[in-house]
């Protein structure tokens, strides 16, 4: 809205008070202004999730679970990722303790040596297995066999006669029928 009455404002009056606000804020030094700055509490943190907006329907989202994650990556500080990390290191020590303790009971070694003869027994041998051992054999030969020079053949090289008897006489036939395909129509000229 435009003022009511004249307005009282001066560059040099501003410029004079700025430059006596910093004086006093230099030779007084604490002061209320000088207090440290923080920022409020919805800017470091995020909203709750709000599963309905009253807005109709979604349709983005269709099981809304309870655990959505951690979204505490998005406000986190580095001194909270370091301690973060640490902890995960330390959860991850006591598992691997936890495992090396566990120690197999007499059943457990029974079971698993009666499971290990009956696969060797009773089962038949895995494809993946079967066509390991090919592999196998195969490169060993090829191991074993000394190699020789093999001259050079142009035929079989550059591999020139790619057509047989067969292929030939089917790509003639096909080259004669060219002049039927393309040619004009007998009935009618224009559709």
Do not use: C
Not at 106 to 113: F, P, S
């Amino acid at each position: 809205m435009p003022a009511k009455g004249p307005v009282n404002y001066s560059v040099t009056t501003e410029f004079e008070k700025r430059a006596q606000r910093m004086k006093e804020k230099l030779t007084k030094g604490d002061d209320v202004s000088s207090k440290p700055v923080t920022r409020e509490l919805w800017m470091t943190e995020l909203p709750p999730e709000f599963k309905d907006f009253g807005l109709g329907p979604r349709t983005f989202k269709r099981r809304t679970d309870n655990k959505s994650g951690d979204r505490s990556v998005w406000t986190d500080t580095p001194a909270d990722r370091e301690r973060k990390a640490k902890e995960t290191q330390e959860a991850r020590k006591s598992l691997s303790k936890k495992n090396e303790e566990h120690i197999l009971s007499g059943r457990e070694k029974r079971l698993a040596q009666q499971t290990a003869s009956y696969n060797e027994s009773e089962r038949s041998e895995s494809l993946m297995d079967i066509h390991q051992k090919k592999i196998k054999n195969k490169s060993g030969e090829d191991k074993t066999k000394p190699q020789e020079r093999i001259p050079f053949d142009r035929d079989k090289d550059l591999k020139v006669n790619q057509f047989d008897e067969a292929q030939k006489k089917a790509l003639i036939k096909k080259s004669r029928e060219l002049n039927t395909r393309f040619s004009h129509g007998k009935g009618s000229m224009f559709l």
